[in-house]
């Protein structure tokens, strides 16, 4: 069974950092774009930052441009998400996916997320 498992999220001071993982089981994950995604508490769902499986390009919401940077470890099947100097507005559950990075199409399963909380 195809799964990913999303991980490191935790309660964090504004201006900390967190660095959350995308593991991949059941399917190889090098050969999918990675998206990772955020949901604020009563927002909908939103691509925040996306590498591509072949040209290694990555793209950013505004938002999170120079704050955040994603990688993944093809080796250990994982994706990753560094995310610096958080702010309140950061907080929410982030997902990661296999997508199409031009659009944050999905094509594989999302994993279950994990919670990020910034708070004083």
């Known amino acids: 069974q195809a799964q990913l498992v999303e991980s490191g999220g935790g309660l964090v001071q504004p201006g900390g950092s967190l660095r959350l993982s995308c593991a991949a089981s059941?399917?190889?994950?090098?050969?999918?774009?990675i998206g990772w995604f955020h949901q604020a508490p009563g927002k909908v769902r939103e691509g925040v930052s996306c590498?591509?499986?072949?040209?290694?390009?990555?793209n950013y919401a505004d938002s999170v441009k120079g704050r955040f940077t994603i990688s993944r470890d093809n080796a250990k099947n994982t994706g990753y998400l560094q995310m610096n100097d958080l702010k309140p507005e950061d907080t929410g559950v982030y997902y990661c996916?296999?997508?199409?990075?031009?659009?944050?199409?999905?094509?594989?399963?999302w994993g279950q997320g994990t919670q990020v909380t910034v708070s004083s």
């Open positions: 996916a296999a997508v199409r990075c031009g659009d944050y199409r999905v094509v594989g399963p």
């Open positions: 590498i591509r499986a072949h040209r290694n390009s990555t």
């Open positions: 059941g399917f190889t994950l090098d050969y999918y774009d």
